[in-house]
């Protein structure tokens, strides 16, 4: 090779490595993260799960229930956020105070929760305007650490507008979710 190809190619070297280090001042920083509602426990008293009786349908008529049992909601948060229990679950078509999961096999029937109040007997517990409805969203406020208690009654029901009913199992699952205000 000679003198004047040698410092082509050495004057070349240099002009890419001084674009290099031009291209070095620079430099992007890319950053994600997430900022998060906060945490809270969400406990049933009674437990998760509740088993009614079997019922003739002839001792369940319409607008009634066959038996009803407590339901304490319990929501400790570690925020200082103000959480609501977001309600969610199949229902009754046209019923959406009445729980009805879509692996029952019964037709008119499910389960209704209200807020629990004094004297309220099977015979007196259908109530659709005091009932938890899907998409509901219960108030729980509570200071960081502590706990709010909600009390409710669930009972198995016929809903009043059901003139034909089909026996069969009765299911129903209800979700309540965390949400912040």
Sequence with gaps: ??????????????????QAAWGANIVNLN??????????DITITEGETFTFAKV????????KAS????????????TANKPNL????????GKNMIFRAT?????????MIRPRGTGVTAATFYNESDALKHA???SHSTAVGTESTKEW???????????TTTIGSVEGVVRLTATFK
């Design 1 to 18: 090779m000679n003198k004047f190809n040698m410092a082509l190619i050495g004057a070349t070297c240099a002009l890419i490595s001084s």
């Design 31 to 40: 950053f994600s993260g997430e900022v998060t509602a906060g945490t809270c």
């Design 56 to 63: 003739s349908v002839d001792n369940l008529p319409a607008g």
């Design 67 to 78: 038996e009803i049992k407590n339901l304490t909601t319990k929501v400790k948060c570690a």
């Design 86 to 93: 977001a309600v969610s679950g199949s229902t009754i078509s």
């Design 103 to 111: 692996s029952s096999t019964s037709e008119g029937y499910g389960f």
């Design 136 to 138: 509901d969203n219960v």
């Design 153 to 163: 009654t669930v009972g198995m029901v016929r809903s009043n507008t059901a003139t």
